[in-house]
T-cell receptor, first 113, second 110 residues
Framework: EAGVTQSPTHLIKTRGQQATLRCSPI?????VYWYQQALGLGLQFLLW???????NRGNFPPRFSGRQFPNYSSELNVNALELEDSALYLC????????????FGSGTQLSVL | RKEVEQDPGPFNVPEGATVAFNCTYS??????FFWYRQDCRKEPKLLMS???SGNEDGRFTAQLNRASQYISLLIRDSKLSDSATYLC???????????FGTGTRLKVLA
């Protein structure tokens, strides 16, 4: 069974540009979570999508947005990139009941120059 | 106060030692608890869920103390390969937000 897949693995952008990160959940999972992990820091909750809807978001500015498609894959968009957006962006999926384990993809390393 | 707190460590222990980590949470409505392991710059991997009655998986034992609002992870007979950062995750009832601690670094020394 395929795990959570994320693309691209690495992304290099310059300040002010937009970045799009993609995630495909494990088959059967309806929930997708996005986390930001800056170097040396913990996982910061960004967004949660379930059944195509945004269900919750963390303390991030509106320039962090995303969506979930009918096949449950998801996209994270970061507009007007800033240097401090450089981080590992992790996507995780689950069955969406809150009692289920999260399974993570290997992440997208975003570097903003 | 942070929602989920962990001692960052590092915990440096010799091979074969027993080591324990705690993770405290602030929201009494928290409903689900997990331990993850993260190797340097890789994705977190699920180690184990934490149940009210406590649970064991080989050398790893997890406990939940609802009264004091913390979970613990005990590793017996530490191996070099156990060197990693251990993250706790807490899910709050109703929000379904998985909040992670910042992790505890473990180094097992030969």
């Amino acid at each position: 069974e395929a795990g959570v897949t994320q693309s691209p693995t690495h992304l290099i952008k310059t300040r002010g540009q937009q970045a799009t990160l993609r995630c495909s959940p494990i088959s059967g999972h309806t929930s997708v979570y996005w986390y930001q992990q800056a170097l040396g820091l913990g996982l910061q909750f960004l967004l949660w999508y379930d059944e195509g809807e945004e269900r919750n978001r963390g303390n991030f500015p509106p320039r962090f947005s995303g969506r979930q498609f009918p096949n449950y894959s998801s996209e994270l968009n970061v507009n007007a990139l800033e240097l401090e957006d450089s981080a590992l962006y992790l996507c995780a999926s689950s069955y969406g009941t809150g009692n289920e384990k999260l399974f993570f993809g290997s992440g997208t390393q975003l570097s903003v120059l | 106060r942070k929602e989920v707190e962990q001692d960052p460590g590092p915990f440096n222990v010799p091979e074969g030692a027993t080591v324990a980590f705690n993770c405290t949470y602030s929201n009494s409505a928290s409903q689900s608890f997990f331990w993850y392991r993260q190797d340097c710059r890789k994705e977190p991997k699920l180690l184990m869920s934490v149940y009210s009655s406590g649970n064991e998986d080989g050398r790893f034992t997890a406990q939940l103390n609802r009264a004091s609002q913390y979970i613990s992870l005990l590793i017996r007979d530490s191996k070099l390969s156990d060197s990693a950062t251990y993250l706790c995750a807490v899910v709050t009832s109703g929000t379904y937000k998985y909040i992670f601690g910042t992790g505890t670094r473990l180094k097992v020394l030969a």
